[in-house]
């Protein structure tokens, strides 16, 4: 990673700078390319040690259906570490920064002053109007505690909120992953009628992943969903070499979900001919991202959370000519989204956010550019902020650690927080439990969810409350919030010996029954009473030793609710 500050060509430290960065973007690379190695789509379950879950809707289901809202997130990711500094310009600061950057600080004359405080380039003036009109808000200082400065590391970070990342190593669940795997616990056996999420650009992101399944319907550029959206059509996986083995079944039955079960193509396309752009988008592929999401959005698809990328932000080298082209589009476009979606009105439900996998720092290289750093803005756009500002306290340009780094203001969890609590309207137990546990601290961004009354939940960390009602003559038991009573999962005492463990607060009959990959039932591996407490499932002797080696699926029916989980049966 490039974590060693330089000024000038000649830095002793510059070779194993360079070094290091080509050695970061080598290793991301190959990340990507193994998640690109199948068709990434709704469904697909490429990233997850297991391959799916299904539980039954339950009360906590209803509770966050019943709060849903209209509204619809846009996430734009800058990918590369977006320079905060050319972003938002400290006009309170402005001595400090100019000499920091004597060949490449934005001069006064350039800087438009949205306050006597701050500004933004002129090059970014395009959001002038959306600023005089309450639709942008800049929040200072973004960033966590220790960040990272390596792209992988940050990117992921930024997806999964956990801090202990570290190289290869972290959790492999993203926040709106989690939050879509409380919002559809029946995800891929009884789907929503419209994809959960879009994504465009699926090279190293884990922000729609969830713990066995990624929820985002996902390309890899804009050519690819401008086809969909045109055609309603996807990828034809009838004549693909799978060959007749068990794994050939199982990447035709991966792609298959990802393309074909849920049928989201044809959904994205009729959206598409619904939808109609009024206003005219400049040629670039960020600004053809969202005249997309302005026609899907308008043709009413019905999916509430879009993301989108642009790259080119890794500015170690002639920064201001490439940032200015980024920041320039970035804009225009931006302006011309909300333009197109006020035709209709929706521009009221459509909140936008950057985010970036870092900032760079406070002094300019030898390059006409600058290196990783930490803290940067993110920005908000939408009529949802009522209401411009600069929200949150700028990191001082005077006091910068040891290798020029801000040091950051404002924690991105609580922003994360902020959007699903007050913006999507998710009850505040269960963002604390998406982010990890981190404490809820909301950041006032002019919009929020206060009239909405959510019943109280009882959360998967917290004891299970057992029914006060007396299971039935049957032995079943009425309570229909059993799927935050029961616990289950897959486990491993030695490698020929694959065991469900099953945890019962109360007595019922319990049905479980083990289906192939390819969704094609197998067997019984346990149909009988059992009594509260905790039992271990043998499925190999259940099934008497006759399973193949491969992935299955699991399914456990109690009453008329069903949990499911993948099994590797070795």
């Not at 193994?34 to 299904?54: C, R, Y």
């Not at 190999?540 to 399973?547: F, I, P």
Request: net charge negative; aromatic share 10%; glycine share 10%.
């Amino acid at each position: 990673m490039c974590d060693t500050h330089h000024t000038h060509d000649t830095s002793p430290h510059k070779g194993l700078e360079h070094e290091g960065h080509d050695l970061e973007h080598k290793n991301w690379s190959r990340r990507s390319f193994l998640q690109a190695l199948g068709i990434a789509g709704s469904g697909s379950m490429f990233l997850g040690s297991n391959l799916l879950t299904a539980s039954a809707p339950s009360r906590l289901t209803s509770a966050i259906a019943d709060a849903e809202t209209d509204n619809i997130l846009v996430l734009i990711r800058l990918s590369g570490g977006n320079d905060g500094l050319s972003t938002v310009i400290p006009v309170q600061q402005y001595d400090t920064y100019a000499n920091a950057r004597p060949n490449i600080y934005i001069p006064e004359s350039k800087v438009l002053k949205l306050t006597d405080d701050f500004g933004i380039p002129t090059y970014m003036n395009s959001l002038e109007s959306l600023w005089g009109e309450g639709k942008f808000k800049a929040v200072h200082g973004v960033g966590y505690q220790n960040q990272s400065l390596s792209h992988f590391t940050g990117s992921d970070i930024y997806a999964n909120t956990d801090l202990t990342t570290t190289g290869f190593s972290g959790l492999n669940t993203g926040w709106m992953g989690r939050h879509f795997e409380q919002c559809y616990p029946d995800y891929l056996i009884n789907p929503p009628e419209a994809p959960a999420a879009i994504q465009i650009g699926s090279i190293a992101n884990l922000v729609f992943q969830g713990e066995e399944t990624n929820y985002a319907f996902v390309t890899n550029n804009i050519d690819q969903l401008e086809e969909i959206a045109e055609t309603g059509f996807f990828y034809d996986i009838a004549n693909a070499p799978f060959g007749d083995c068990m794994y050939g079944d199982q990447l035709r039955f991966l792609r298959g979900v990802a393309n074909t079960t849920y049928e989201y193509a044809g959904k994205i396309n009729e959206a598409y001919e619904r939808g109609q752009n009024q206003v005219e988008y400049q040629d670039n592929g960020f600004a053809r991202q969202l005249a997309l999401l302005a026609r899907l959005i308008k043709g009413n698809l019905g999916t509430k959370v879009y993301m989108i990328s642009m790259g080119g932000f890794d500015t170690h080298g002639n920064q201001p000519l490439a940032h200015e082209r980024l920041m320039s589009n970035l804009s225009i476009a931006v302006n011309n989204f909300y333009e197109d979606l006020g035709f209709t009105q929706q521009d009221e439900q459509v909140l936008s956010m950057t985010f970036s996998e870092f900032g760079r720092r406070i002094f300019e290289n030898g390059s006409l550019g600058t290196d990783h750093g930490k803290a940067a803005p993110t920005l908000f756009f939408g009529s949802g902020l009522n209401g411009s500002a600069f929200v949150g306290d700028h990191p001082s340009l005077d006091s910068p650690n040891s290798r020029g780094n801000l040091d950051y203001t404002m924690d991105f969890r609580d922003l994360y927080a902020t959007v699903l609590a007050e913006w999507l309207c998710v009850p505040i137990p269960l963002v604390e439990q998406h982010l990890l546990d981190h404490p809820y601290a909301p950041v006032n961004l002019g919009f929020n969810c206060s009239g909405v009354d959510f019943p109280d939940i009882a959360m998967d960390n917290d004891p299970p409350t057992l029914p006060d009602t007396p299971p039935s003559e049957d032995g079943m038991n009425p309570n229909p919030d059993i799927e935050t009573a029961i616990v289950h999962r897959p486990y491993y005492p030695n490698s020929r010996a694959p065991h469900i463990y099953l945890e019962m607060p109360f007595a019922a009959h319990v049905d479980i029954e083990l289906f192939n990959i390819l969704g094609q039932k197998v067997g019984t591996v346990f149909n009988e009473m059992m009594l509260e407490g905790s039992a271990e499932i043998n499925i190999r002797e259940r099934m008497r030793d006759s399973l193949s080696t491969g992935k299955y699926i699991y399914r456990i029916s109690v009453g008329g609710e069903r949990m499911s989980k993948s099994v590797m049966i070795m």
